[in-house]
């Protein structure tokens, strides 16, 4: 049958309160019962016995409270003084009762301090981090020595003839009373006193443990030398020398026992320390190896980041690749098949009613068939044109170009002299490439006499160290919506004529914009670098 541990405490405090009881009342009689009754209460320890049963009564209730406790350390004080009072005519008694008075009154003062880290601990992530030590323990054990050792002498007096025997440094009775007032101390705090089995296991604890054995042994050998004695098996002198040989023995076996305990201790640490030293060996090497991967999963990250951006680049460069072929299908689709198809069913009707037609009537076909044709050149020309541009394999070899001169050249061509207003002066010259000025002023008339309104004005005028090259017509102008994308490729509208301007200005090292006319119309602002004179 097992027994609660609570069960066990409950029964420890019940011995020491009884012990508490016996004290005091061995206390009580013996004052009272001194022939004469002592009055003088520092004429021997009885009345420091008393104070200390009371106590220890006090201390062994199971939840005493302040009040209880604070009457409890007062009355152990008071058997501390009263045993300090008897120290001339009983010294030894009264040095056990101060010690036995002291220890009741700080029976529940511990000491701490920080204790190492312990390798059994450290495998389950703690530290032990304080160490308790109970100031009562060694005044009991100095208490409980000076008892055994006024016991010891009395044992063997039955051993002597005439009853006669070694004289003891106090009574008996005194002696026993002492000796069952420091085990009920012991008794009355079971979870904190030297018999606690719920501490850490290590060589106090079998010092502790192995502590009663010690204060035991010179006991038990006396009482077996008593008994030989007694029982005639040995002389009294064999019958002391056996049993100070056992209790030697008996001493010398407990101090190989904890030798013994201390090796195999110390072998532990040190199997613990060099498994702890392994471990942490293991974990540098395994950080290591995680710090090597990282720094290699870094690089690779770069890595795969370097070539994410270049697939990015890739893929901005296949969309714009996309839009170019989209939009140049979409321009193909509309604007060259119109011609194609004007081409082909003049080319059939001509062919067809060749006898049937008048002069007049096949060279009104064939010109619209010459001027179908011409136009397709030149969408073939502006293409041509779009590839390099789209390439950058256009460059521009800049010379000092007159502007009035390609003005009027390109006004010729378009047919619309009568149509251009042109004011440029005749010592205006442009720092550009000329065929490239030639196709930038050919498209921009050419947008503004097909899609704005006469008069079409050219002007020139320098500013500073640049040309400002002015083509304006009185149009409707250009919505508002079209105006952020009128330079890009394929604007609806322009065809390729604006987009192929704003790349020629620019490989000249110019600008063009739009501004709206007033009162209407639109106007294409060209800026270009002035040919020193």
Same mark, same amino acid.
């Given at each position: 049958?097992?027994?609660?541990?609570?069960?066990?405490?409950?029964?420890?405090?019940?011995?020491?309160?009884?012990?508490?009881?016996?004290?005091?009342?061995?206390?009580?009689?013996?004052?009272?019962?001194?022939?004469?009754?002592?009055?003088?209460?520092?004429?021997?320890?009885? &009345? @420091?016995? %008393? +104070?200390?049963? =009371? $106590?220890? #009564?006090? !201390? /062994?209730?199971?939840?005493?409270?302040?009040?209880?406790? *604070?009457?409890?350390?007062?009355?152990?004080?008071?058997?501390?003084?009263?045993?300090?009072?008897?120290?001339?005519?009983?010294? &030894? @008694?009264? %040095? +056990?009762?101060? =010690? $036995?008075? #002291?220890? !009741? /009154?700080?029976?529940?003062?511990?000491?701490?301090?920080? *204790?190492?880290?312990?390798?059994?601990?450290?495998?389950?992530?703690?530290?032990?981090?304080?160490?308790?030590?109970?100031?009562?323990?060694?005044?009991? +054990?100095?208490?409980?020595?000076?008892?055994?050792? /006024?016991?010891?002498?009395?044992?063997?007096?039955?051993?002597?003839?005439?009853?006669?025997?070694?004289?003891?440094?106090?009574?008996?009775?005194?002696?026993?009373?002492?000796?069952?007032?420091?085990?009920?101390?012991?008794?009355?705090?079971?979870?904190?006193?030297?018999?606690?089995?719920?501490?850490?296991?290590?060589?106090?604890?079998?010092?502790?443990?192995?502590?009663?054995?010690?204060?035991?042994?010179?006991?038990?050998?006396?009482?077996?030398?008593?008994?030989?004695?007694?029982?005639?098996?040995?002389?009294?002198?064999?019958?002391?020398?056996?049993?100070?040989?056992?209790?030697?023995?008996?001493?010398?076996?407990?101090?190989?026992?904890?030798?013994?305990?201390?090796?195999?201790?110390?072998?532990?640490?040190?199997?613990?320390?060099?498994?702890?030293?392994?471990?942490?060996?293991?974990?540098?090497?395994?950080?290591?190896?995680?710090?090597?991967?990282?720094?290699?999963?870094?690089?690779?990250?770069?890595?795969?980041?370097?070539?994410?951006?270049?697939?990015?680049?890739?893929?901005?460069?296949?969309?714009?690749?996309?839009?170019?072929?989209?939009?140049?299908?979409?321009?193909?689709?509309?604007?060259?098949?119109?011609?194609?198809?004007?081409?082909?069913?003049?080319?059939?009707?001509?062919?067809?009613?060749?006898?049937?037609?008048?002069?007049?009537?096949?060279?009104?076909?064939?010109?619209?068939?010459?001027?179908?044709?011409?136009?397709?050149?030149?969408?073939?020309?502006?293409?041509?044109?779009?590839?390099?541009?789209?390439?950058?394999?256009?460059?521009?070899?800049?010379?000092?170009?007159?502007?009035?001169?390609?003005?009027?050249?390109?006004?010729?061509?378009?047919?619309?002299?009568?149509?251009?207003?042109?004011?440029?002066?005749?010592?205006?010259?442009?720092?550009?490439?000329?065929?490239?000025?030639?196709?930038?002023?050919?498209?921009?008339?050419?947008?503004?006499?097909?899609?704005?309104?006469?008069?079409?004005?050219?002007?020139?005028?320098?500013?500073?160290?640049?040309?400002?090259?002015?083509?304006?017509?009185?149009?409707?102008?250009?919505?508002?919506?079209?105006?952020?994308?009128?330079?890009?490729?394929?604007?609806?509208?322009?065809?390729?004529?604006?987009?192929?301007?704003?790349?020629?200005?620019?490989?000249?090292?110019?600008?063009?914009?739009?501004?709206?006319?007033?009162?209407?119309?639109?106007?294409?602002?060209?800026?270009?670098?002035?040919?020193?004179?």
């Amino acid at each position: 049958m097992q027994i609660a541990a609570h069960d066990v405490g409950r029964l420890s405090r019940i011995l020491a309160g009884c012990a508490g009881v016996a004290v005091a009342v061995f206390g009580a009689l013996s004052l009272l019962t001194t022939d004469p009754p002592q009055n003088d209460l520092t004429s021997s320890p009885a &009345a @420091a016995l %008393v +104070a200390a049963g =009371l $106590a220890l #009564l006090l !201390l /062994a209730l199971p939840h005493p409270g302040p009040a209880v406790r *604070g009457s409890a350390y007062v009355l152990a004080g008071g058997a501390a003084a009263l045993g300090a009072a008897a120290l001339t005519r009983h010294p &030894a @008694a009264a %040095v +056990a009762t101060i =010690l $036995a008075g #002291l220890a !009741l /009154a700080c029976l529940d003062v511990r000491l701490r301090h920080a *204790g190492p880290l312990s390798a059994r601990t450290a495998d389950r992530g703690r530290r032990d981090t304080e160490a308790h030590f109970r100031v009562a323990d060694p005044l009991l +054990a100095g208490a409980a020595i000076i008892a055994l050792v /006024a016991l010891v002498p009395r044992m063997f007096a039955p051993t002597f003839p005439d009853g006669g025997g070694p004289d003891s440094v106090m009574s008996p009775y005194y002696a026993g009373a002492l000796l069952t007032l420091t085990v009920g101390a012991v008794l009355a705090r079971p979870e904190a006193g030297p018999l606690r089995t719920d501490a850490t296991a290590g060589p106090a604890t079998k010092v502790r443990r192995t502590l009663p054995a010690v204060i035991a042994v010179p006991v038990i050998a006396a009482l077996v030398s008593a008994l030989a004695v007694r029982s005639g098996v040995s002389r009294p002198a064999a019958a002391i020398s056996t049993g100070a040989i056992l209790a030697a023995l008996a001493v010398l076996a407990l101090v190989g026992f904890l030798v013994r305990s201390l090796e195999g201790a110390d072998r532990e640490q040190r199997a613990l320390v060099a498994e702890l030293r392994e471990r942490r060996e293991f974990a540098d090497r395994t950080l290591a190896e995680r710090e090597s991967g990282q720094r290699e999963l870094g690089e690779r990250a770069a890595e795969l980041e370097r070539s994410n951006e270049k697939l990015r680049e890739a893929n901005t460069r296949l969309e714009s690749a996309l839009a170019f072929k989209n939009d140049l299908t979409s321009m193909l689709t509309h604007d060259v098949a119109q011609p194609i198809s004007s081409i082909a069913s003049l080319s059939e009707l001509l062919c067809a009613d060749w006898t049937d037609l008048g002069d007049d009537i096949r060279l009104e076909l064939a010109t619209k068939i010459e001027k179908n044709t011409t136009r397709l050149i030149k969408m073939m020309n502006d293409l041509q044109l779009l590839f390099r541009l789209d390439t950058g394999s256009v460059t521009a070899r800049r010379t000092p170009v007159p502007i009035l001169e390609v003005v009027t050249s390109v006004a010729a061509e378009l047919g619309g002299a009568g149509d251009v207003e042109i004011a440029v002066d005749d010592e205006l010259s442009a720092l550009a490439d000329r065929q490239h000025l030639w196709h930038v002023v050919r498209n921009l008339l050419g947008n503004a006499l097909k899609y704005g309104g006469a008069p079409v004005e050219i002007r020139a005028e320098r500013r500073d160290e640049t040309i400002v090259l002015l083509v304006r017509d009185h149009g409707p102008g250009i919505p508002e919506e079209l105006v952020p994308n009128l330079f890009d490729r394929f604007m609806r509208g322009s065809g390729l004529g604006l987009f192929i301007v704003r790349h020629l200005v620019e490989a000249n090292g110019g600008s063009v914009r739009y501004e709206r006319a007033e009162p209407r119309g639109a106007r294409l602002v060209v800026t270009l670098e002035a040919a020193s004179v």
